[in-house]
C-alpha cells in the first residue's frame, strides 16, 4: 500500500522560503513519477510540480523559477524548496505518487493516484 508523509510546513513572510519533504513507503520508489499539489480554501486541487522517474520536471507557471522539486532515490524522499513565496502560495500542499489503484488527477505528464494528507503553508504579506 502506498504510503506518503509530508513535513516541512510552516508560516512565513512574503519572499521567505520553505522546503516540504515527503516520505514515501510501500512501493518502489524510484520507478514512479512523483509530485507536489495544493489546494487553497474554496479552489481545487492544482499540480505546482512533477518528476518523472527519469528526472524530467515540470511545474506550474506559477512557481517556475520560485520552487525547485527534487527526489532522492535512495532515501525514497520528495523535496520541494520554495523560494520568494507569495500570500498567493498559501495552500496546504500535498504529496503525490502514480503507485496506487484507483484513478486521480493529470498534472505534468503523469497521472497520480495517492495523495498524502497535506502540510499546511500560510505565506503573510
Known amino acids: 500500500q502506498s504510503q506518503l508523509l509530508e513535513s516541512g510546513g510552516g508560516s512565513v513572510q512574503a519572499g521567505g522560503s520553505l522546503r516540504l519533504s515527503c516520505a514515501a513507503s510501500?512501493?518502489?520508489?524510484?520507478?514512479?513519477?512523483m509530485g507536489w499539489f495544493r489546494q487553497a480554501p474554496g479552489k481545487e486541487r492544482e499540480g505546482v510540480a512533477s518528476?518523472?522517474?527519469?528526472?524530467?520536471?515540470y511545474y506550474a507557471d506559477s512557481v517556475k523559477g520560485r520552487f525547485t522539486i527534487s527526489r532522492d532515490n535512495v532515501k525514497n524522499t520528495l523535496s520541494l524548496q520554495m523560494n520568494s513565496l507569495k500570500p498567493e502560495d498559501t495552500a496546504t500542499y500535498y504529496c503525490?505518487?502514480?503507485?496506487?489503484?484507483?484513478?486521480?488527477?493529470?498534472?505534468?505528464?503523469?497521472?497520480?493516484?495517492?495523495w498524502g494528507q497535506g502540510t499546511q503553508v500560510t505565506v503573510s504579506s
Open positions: 503525490a505518487t502514480t503507485s496506487g489503484p484507483v484513478g486521480g488527477s493529470v498534472f505534468g505528464g503523469c497521472y497520480f493516484r495517492t
Open positions: 510501500g512501493f518502489t520508489f524510484s520507478t514512479y513519477c
Open positions: 518528476i518523472l522517474a527519469g528526472g524530467s520536471i
